[in-house]
């Protein structure tokens, strides 16, 4: 089963990776990505403590707020398929509302928002395509309900609810 998770660095996206490739039935391969590859040694040095076997687990640069790098790692997925999608990338903005830079509002959803969007445009094609995959995104309670100066962060996940919402009704006849 080929896996790819975005947002790996640290947290919910590390964790997961290292998880799937430690499993014991190793009948994981792993692309872990990240932003900034720079940034991978935690996720090593985790592998290396755990016991990854060799190959389950292979780090990619994707940045979900460029289409461009995200189709640069779909192409780098050396098995051609992305048999379970998890996106996971996400950023949070704390305070109220109104200290906010407009950049800084628009770079939560860009990456929390878009980014998923550009991610799951980039890979549900060929999972519809071979009528076989699913797709998993990190939600939040902030997605359910609104948190004291989390506004921001809380628009952006009520969004990813809709979203992933819609898609539920949409994808089964697609076999995802």
Not at 136 to 151: E, I, Y
Request: with cysteine; charged share 20%; proline share 5%.
């Amino acid at each position: 089963t080929v896996v790819l998770i975005t947002g790996c660095s640290s947290g919910i996206g590390l964790h997961l990776a290292l998880r799937l490739a430690s499993d014991p039935s190793q009948s994981f391969k792993v692309y872990a990505t990240l932003r900034d590859l720079g940034a991978q040694g935690p996720l090593w040095e985790a592998a290396r403590s755990r016991g990854c076997p060799p190959g389950s687990l292979e780090t990619l640069q994707l940045d979900v707020r460029d289409a461009d790098s995200v189709a640069a790692a779909r192409a780098r997925v050396t098995e051609g398929r992305v048999d379970v999608l998890v996106c996971n990338a996400g950023r949070g903005l704390l305070g109220p509302l109104e200290v906010h830079a407009a950049g800084a509002v628009g770079s939560v959803l860009d990456v929390n928002v878009a980014g998923t969007v550009r991610t799951l445009q980039a890979f549900l094609p060929d999972m519809k395509r071979r009528r076989s995959g699913r797709v998993l995104v990190t939600g939040s309670m902030g997605g359910l309900m609104g948190l004291p100066f989390n506004a921001v962060y809380c628009a952006s996940k009520f969004a990813i609810e809709g979203l992933c919402e819609s898609l539920a009704v949409l994808l089964p006849p697609f076999g995802v």
